[in-house]
């Protein structure tokens, strides 16, 4: 029987919000349980077997002062300086990474509470040749609506999903999305809506809600509950 051959991945996390909803902080750097956002979010990918190389994605200012403990929490961890929006900081992340990767992940640097297990069913599937992001099933109704406001749709909630991070994505797939995304300019709210744009099948791995992003100052709060809750159950 041949060994199993772990898959060669890189990640990138782009962390260069202008953190609009939290009052010009850099949600990033907040201290969650004693703790900064972006290390949380960091550190179970680098704890994670497979992961060769990760890109951190910071504001130009963040980078000429970047915190020691960022410079010098791992030699696989790079900084470059993100885009004016999420698509082009991505895209500065891929073209950093290590060239012989199987898998390229990307996760928001905002997002502190992904769990381990979520992270290893996304690049399962992704060395497996299919494109996979975390989320979780719509409870809400979702309307649809136009410019003044008015529902035009209500899309049946049983096929409707959040999308959150990570996605992982085969290498050769998503640096070929992103190719034409730059070149054509193609707007993106995820890196998903790329791929599938350009043709790549992706599929939904179930996510808990817990696993949320930081965009305003209440989510901390909500966040550090979480952590309290998850420390007790443990």
């Known amino acids: 029987m041949k060994p199993v051959v772990a898959p060669r991945v890189g990640v990138v996390v782009p962390a260069a919000g202008m953190a609009r909803r939290m009052r010009g902080e850099s949600k990033q750097f907040l201290d969650l349980a004693g703790q900064p956002v972006l290390l949380r979010a960091l550190r179970p990918f680098l704890e994670h077997e497979a992961v060769r190389s ?5 504001p130009a200012a963040e980078v ?11 030699e696989r961890v790079a900084i470059v300086v993100g885009g004016d929006n ?13 060239q012989d990767l199987d898998v390229v992940v990307v996760h928001d640097g905002a ?7 979520v992270i290893s069913r996304c690049i399962q599937l992704a060395a497996g040749g299919v494109g996979a992001i975390a989320g979780f099933p719509a409870t809400d109704t979702i309307k649809e609506v136009d410019d003044s ?3 035009t749709r209500t899309p049946e909630r049983e096929r409707l999903w959040h999308a959150q991070t990570p996605q992982a994505f085969p290498a050769a797939q998503i640096v070929a999305a992103y190719i034409r995304a730059v070149q054509e300019d193609w707007p993106a709210t995820d890196d998903a809506g790329l791929v599938e744009r350009n043709g790549g099948a992706v599929t939904m791995v179930e996510s808990p809600s817990t696993n949320l992003k930081i965009t305003r100052p209440e989510d901390v709060a909500v966040a550090e509950l979480i952590l309290e809750r998850e420390t007790l159950e443990q």
């Open 149 to 151: 406001g008015s529902v």
């Open 64 to 74: 000429e002062e970047t915190p020691s403990w960022l410079t010098e929490l791992d």
């Open 54 to 58: 990760v890109v951190v994605a910071l």
């Open 111 to 117: 997002r502190p509470l992904v769990s381990s297990a």
């Open 86 to 98: 999420r698509r082009d900081s991505v895209w500065a992340g891929i073209q950093i990474l290590a």
